[in-house]
């Protein structure tokens, strides 16, 4: 299998079980406060993992990139933790739409922090990011919950992290990745769940236990991904996202998404397209030069 087409795959899986992992904190929520469902999600996700922490303990945390690991569960900690909060305040389908400014939000932030120009195609994917933002969340025409607000400023940190994680990832694997973000996380997140803590039921934990799975699955593969193939590639399967959101909100949670969800999202998918192809195109062109060179 080709590195495209195993990156294809890789996301795919990566979106159901992100999903499927909101569908099950968003559960347990109804339990226990945000604090605890996000402890036990990044304490038992490194609980997966670590029998082979320790027993690859030289591979898996070798890097030269601690620093940006820990900046990484600083910034990712609170995206999580906002994103989470929003779960219980929005259907999970519109949480999953207002989502897919992430990849626009990364274009933007890619010009500062990699020093990458905005070409007329960028600009139009970002006006289109935004219209169909405002279709989505319809500003002056019905009140804007905080859920809209939290999930926003989650998806800007998250667009931070993914930018450090493609820098990281050309010398470190999935696995180190995953395994400092679940370790810096785990431990950030205990010193806050002390002044919040609640006793999870059964039920809760092993709803919070599922999703700690699913969230292991989903980082591994997305992380993998990242690895073979620019992002930008892979943001075309993200729509799959909202199609996913819907059938588990539909048939979960009773939750019936509306035209303006699907309209906008449509139109922010649109934006993200463009930028997607615009910049596989200009990787072939590169590719081709130095080709060119060689010759």
Not at 131 to 148: K, Q
Not at 222 to 238: E, G, R, W
Request: charged share 15%.
């Amino acid at each position: 299998m080709s590195n495209n087409k195993l990156a294809i795959f890789l996301i795919i899986i990566s979106v159901f079980f992100g999903t499927v992992m909101l569908s099950f904190l968003k559960i347990a929520q109804e339990d226990v406060n945000v604090y605890v469902a996000g402890f036990f999600r990044f304490f038992l996700g490194l609980v997966i993992i670590l029998p082979y922490i320790i027993k690859k303990k030289d591979a898996v945390l070798k890097t030269p990139h601690l620093k940006k690991h820990f900046l990484r569960a600083i910034l990712g900690l609170p995206a999580m933790l906002l994103y989470f909060s929003a779960l219980v305040l929005l259907p999970i389908e519109k949480l999953t739409a207002i989502s897919f400014v992430v990849p626009l939000m990364v274009t933007i932030l890619a010009v500062f922090f990699l020093g990458e120009k905005i070409y007329i195609y960028r600009t139009l994917a970002l006006i289109l990011g935004f219209s169909g933002m405002l279709v989505i969340i319809r500003p002056g025409f019905i009140d804007i919950s905080i859920g809209v607000y939290m999930v926003l400023f989650s998806a800007l940190l998250w667009s931070i992290n993914i930018i450090i994680t493609k820098k990281i990832s050309k010398d470190d694997s999935a696995i180190t990745i995953l395994a400092y973000q679940s370790i810096f996380m785990s431990i950030l997140s205990f010193f806050i769940v002390l002044f919040f803590w609640e006793m999870p039921s059964l039920k809760t934990f092993i709803y919070l236990v599922l999703s700690a799975i699913c969230g292991t699955v989903l980082h591994l593969t997305l992380n993998h991904a990242f690895k073979l193939v620019d992002v930008s590639m892979t943001q075309p399967y993200s729509f799959l996202n909202l199609v996913f959101a819907s059938i588990i909100g539909y048939y979960v949670f009773d939750e019936i998404p509306d035209a303006y969800t699907w309209i906008g999202a449509s139109i922010i998918f649109i934006g993200v397209l463009i930028i997607s192809y615009r910049e596989m195109k200009l990787d072939k062109e590169i590719i081709r030069k130095r080709v060119d060179i060689k010759s």
